[in-house]
């Protein structure tokens, strides 16, 4: 049984930094793509970054590119997101997801594993 397990959310002021972390298990991940998502109050759930699992391509939305970082540790089944000069418009639950077909994809929908989620709030 597949399972993603977040972790590293918090309170942070605009600025700031943080780094989840996303431990997988429950299978090989080889040739998958994981994921970062997020949902705001009121909003639908939006693709932020991904990785593919063996050549390590990423891919970045571009509200976050140059400012979030997304990488993967094979050895410790872990995916992780550092943000920074985090922004008010960042505050999300933000989730871990996880897809066996190829590439990097886009659309929550596309994603056949997803963590429990982590709340980020950033304080102006």
């Known amino acids: 049984q597949v399972q993603l397990v977040e972790s590293g959310g918090g309170l942070v002021q605009a600025g700031g930094s943080l780094r989840l972390s996303c431990v997988a298990s429950?299978?090989?991940?080889?040739?998958?793509?994981m994921a970062w998502f997020r949902q705001a109050p009121g909003k639908e759930r939006e693709f932020v970054a991904a990785?593919?699992?063996?050549?390590?391509?990423?891919d970045y939305a571009a509200s976050v590119r140059d400012r979030f970082t997304i990488s993967r540790d094979n050895a410790k089944n872990t995916v992780y997101l550092q943000m920074n000069t985090l922004k008010p418009e960042d505050t999300a639950v933000y989730y871990c997801?996880?897809?066996?077909?190829?590439?990097?994809?886009?659309?929550?929908?596309?994603?056949?594993?997803w963590g429990q989620g982590t709340q980020v709030t950033v304080s102006s």
């Open positions: 429950g299978r090989t991940f080889s040739g998958y793509a």
């Open positions: 997801a996880a897809q066996g077909r190829a590439g990097v994809l886009f659309h929550a929908q596309q994603y056949d594993y």
């Open positions: 990785v593919t699992w063996t050549r390590g391509n990423t």
